[in-house]
């Protein structure tokens, strides 16, 4: 998306497959994610978007500092509801905008949203 203007907020929900228990060794979860993009973005303005999110939802959540290698060491972690974790927060980390040749700091969350099925 470089060619087009900037601020750039970018929401995907899709299907994501991965190896799991099931019968075929291959299990589907439905998944959000959220990039933002724009010279000033930050782990704040991602975090609003969560935390909007979930007011809407009327769930309680929590962020857990974690070391994310793809995200700036201390501008990362884990998202938790009810003592699991669903997704991740983080600002992408400098080489990750070099090695993609990107123009501006990205902010992102991604969440499982398998645990709303109960």
Avoid at 21 to 26: A, I, L
Avoid at 88 to 114: C, K, R, S, T
Wanted: with cysteine; hydrophobic share 40%; charged share 20%.
């Amino acid at each position: 998306n470089k060619h087009n203007d900037y601020p750039q907020r970018i929401f995907e929900l899709n299907t994501v497959f991965g190896s799991g228990n099931s019968e075929t060794g291959v299990v589907e979860r439905d998944n959000l994610c959220v990039v933002l993009t724009h010279p000033n973005v930050s782990f704040t303005e991602i975090k609003q978007i969560i935390d909007c999110l979930f007011k809407l939802l009327n769930v309680s959540y929590s962020l857990e500092e974690k070391e994310i290698p793809m995200c700036i060491s201390g501008r990362s972690g884990e998202i938790i509801v009810n003592g699991k974790k669903i997704g991740i927060i983080g600002e992408l980390h400098p080489q990750v905008l070099i090695n993609f040749n990107l123009d501006y700091p990205v902010a992102l969350m991604e969440i499982d949203l398998d645990w709303l099925k109960g």
